[in-house]
């Protein structure tokens, strides 16, 4: 593992599920999956084309805030448009560079205009720790002289 690995090896480690909504899809209805999944975001479909993502963050500020009920409101009309997304060959590195630039939590991951994957901040912190330790390692192992694999 190193933070150059692409994102497309990273999401080959995690579960394989991709929990998505459509456009028409109430906000309830996406809160509810979103808490059943325990999950932050979602990213939001029109048949199988990413068309934006719907966050915690777009229902605190799009949704409580503007006096809108959650029962009346569809995704579409509060998601984020046209997301931020990258390919399974960026890297860790870039993901990570990208997502405190742009302040997001949540990326989508999309390989020949298909939907790969998200990674979340937590998905790339949990990365870049476990390369550190496996470098640590490697380096202990080095400096005290054992065979290293």
């Known amino acids: ?27 309830l209805e996406a809160i509810a999956l979103m808490a059943e999944r325990n999950i932050g975001a979602l ?6 084309r990413l ?10 500020r799009k949704v409580v805030l503007m ?9 579409g009309e509060i998601m984020t ?14 993901c990570m560079e990208i997502m405190t630039e742009e302040r997001v939590r949540h990326l989508p991951v999309v390989e020949d205009g298909e939907l790969a994957g998200i990674v979340s901040i937590g998905d ?5 720790i476990s390369a550190q330790t496996a470098t640590i390692e490697h380096l202990t192992r080095y400096v005290f002289g054992e065979q290293v694999g």
Do not use: C
């Open 81 to 94: 448009h046209d997301p931020l997304t990258v390919g399974t060959d960026a890297t860790v590195n870039e």
């Open 124 to 128: 790339l912190v949990k990365w870049i």
């Open 1 to 27: 593992m190193q933070n150059s690995d692409s994102i497309g090896a990273l999401l080959r480690d995690k579960a394989p599920a991709i929990h998505s909504i459509p456009t028409t899809a109430t906000v």
């Open 51 to 60: 068309v934006g993502m719907f966050t915690e963050r777009d229902y605190t």
């Open 67 to 75: 006096g809108r009920t959650s029962r009346d409101t569809q995704v």
């Open 43 to 48: 990213p939001v479909l029109r048949g199988t």
